[in-house]
């Protein structure tokens, strides 16, 4: 008998050929029809996300469970998202380049969509309706398989967009769920290769690594995000503790927000106590280096693991080093390239942290918090790739399309 996931592999194969043909016209029409059904079932998504909710308070976080937690603010929130992106160009079948060879050809690169894509997530439901919005505009097919944890609230979601597609031209089949959240049935995604072109994780360190380490299909590697904010000597301390709190404070849970803080020494010498206590106060919690010690005494030194750290609650490492060269050293053994950001007034500081860090994203006096599709002008996103390969950053619909060369003659033959 076949697994769950081998038979919704073959019905996403099966509905992809299908959907390859879509206008830009019904597949519109069919994000409308979703964002509509989003919130005619509201009551239901919500009632299902409690349940999950319910039963993650005994081993979630705080900030995990914010992760999970989807209120009517949030639905209206994916709803809207995905009404943004019917507003977006269709990226299907743009013409990329033209080349005439004096032999008549007329050679045309054009995009085309991936196919099926397997999405592998943890407990983020808003990642759902995402995926299946951002695939649908690509006429891509998309398999879910999201956490046990949110198990309830995604098997609702993708309820609620099947209800949708029934009374559109494209495939139901176009969004699948995979509800077996065991290892066995993960690692079977990892090697689905007759049925899936690419797969992403979406996750903590730990489930990508496992990804892109087991994995036979295709990967596109969404990193993890220690992401670090770099204050050189020539940094506004006002501008410090603004862009600061912001980077930690506004959704510690998400993966564009710092977990650790790189200080210049003599930046420290005359605005650290001001500066940490101001940044204690907000109620972030502080592990630094002995240097720290001068400044905060009860403070907790920081291991290696903490440098190491992704937090993903209101609790961040702090370094102090001497030059921006070091700055960048630290950031080098310890980042994710993610997203990377330096404060200061000395444009020639920020060109070098800017050209020599190696990141999705590199900021200068700004919050790490806008690397997001939404901030981007994405709409919305499928995940932030940190690779290089194919895409890098935040991943829109662009990210979700190939290329094939279209070639027009007239009996042509090469000699």
């Known amino acids: 008998m076949a697994s769950e996931v081998y038979e919704k592999g073959k019905l996403a194969k099966k509905a992809s050929y299908r959907l390859t043909g879509a206008t830009t016209e019904e597949k519109n029409q069919a994000l409308k029809a979703i964002a509509k059904q989003l919130i005619e079932d509201q009551e239901e998504i919500r009632l299902a996300n409690k349940k999950?909710?319910?039963?993650?308070?005994?081993?979630?976080?705080?900030?995990?469970?914010?992760?999970?937690?989807?209120?009517?603010?949030?639905?209206?929130?994916?709803?809207q998202a995905v009404t943004d992106i019917v507003q977006l160009d269709d990226p299907i079948h743009r013409v990329l380049q033209t080349i005439k060879k004096e032999n008549g050809l007329i050679i045309q690169q054009k995009s085309v969509p991936l196919g099926v894509i397997g999405m592998i997530y943890e407990a983020r439901p808003n990642?759902?309706?995402?995926?299946?919005?951002?695939?649908?505009?690509?006429?891509?097919?998309?398999?879910?398989?999201?956490?046990?944890?949110?198990?309830?609230?995604?098997?609702?979601?993708?309820?609620?967009v099947h209800r949708a597609l029934q009374s559109t031209e494209l495939p139901r089949d176009s969004v699948l769920l995979i509800e077996d959240t065991s290892r066995e049935a993960a690692k079977e995604l990892f090697h689905l290769?007759?049925?899936?072109?690419?797969?992403?994780?979406?996750?903590?360190?730990?489930?990508?690594?496992?990804?892109?380490?087991?994995?036979?299909?295709?990967?596109?590697?969404?990193?993890a995000g220690n992401c670090h904010m770099y204050i050189d000597e020539f940094a506004e301390l006002e501008m410090a503790k603004k862009v600061v709190l912001n980077a930690k404070k506004q959704r510690p849970s998400v993966c564009n927000s710092i977990e650790s803080l790189l200080i210049h020494t003599r930046w420290l010498e005359k605005y650290g106590g001001e500066f940490l206590a101001y940044i204690e106060n907000e109620g972030i919690e502080i592990v630094g280096d002995q240097y720290m010690k001068d400044f905060l005494p009860h403070m907790t030194l920081a291991t290696e693991e903490d440098y190491h750290n992704?937090?993903?609650?209101?609790?961040?490492?702090?370094?102090?080093v001497a030059t921006v060269e070091e700055a960048i050293t630290h950031i080098r053994q310890y980042g994710t390239k993610h997203s990377e950001a330096i404060i200061t007034e000395n444009n020639s500081r920020a060109a070098t942290f800017l050209n020599h860090v190696d990141a999705a994203a590199v900021y200068h006096?700004?919050?790490?918090?806008?690397?997001?599709?939404?901030?981007?002008?994405?709409?919305?996103?499928?995940?932030?790739?940190?690779?290089?390969?194919?895409?890098?950053?935040?991943?829109?619909?662009?990210?979700?399309?190939?290329?094939?060369?279209f070639i027009e003659g007239n009996g042509q033959i090469r000699e």
């Open 193 to 223: 290769q007759s049925f899936l072109d690419v797969l992403i994780p979406r996750g903590g360190k730990g489930l990508i690594d496992t990804v892109v380490r087991e994995a036979s299909v295709p990967v596109i590697e969404t990193g």
């Open 127 to 160: 990642v759902t309706i995402d995926a299946a919005a951002l695939a649908l505009k690509t006429n891509n097919c998309v398999i879910l398989r999201g956490s046990k944890t949110a198990l309830h609230s995604n098997r609702a979601l993708v309820q609620s």
């Open 52 to 79: 999950d909710i319910s039963m993650a308070r005994r081993h979630l976080s705080d900030s995990m469970i914010d992760r999970l937690m989807l209120d009517e603010s949030r639905i209206k929130a994916m709803s």
């Open 310 to 320: 992704e937090f993903l609650c209101l609790k961040m490492s702090v370094k102090t």
């Open 365 to 405: 006096n700004a919050s790490t918090r806008f690397t997001d599709g939404f901030e981007f002008g994405f709409g919305a996103e499928i995940g932030i790739s940190t690779q290089k390969m194919h895409v890098r950053g935040p991943m829109g619909l662009k990210a979700l399309t190939s290329s094939k060369y």
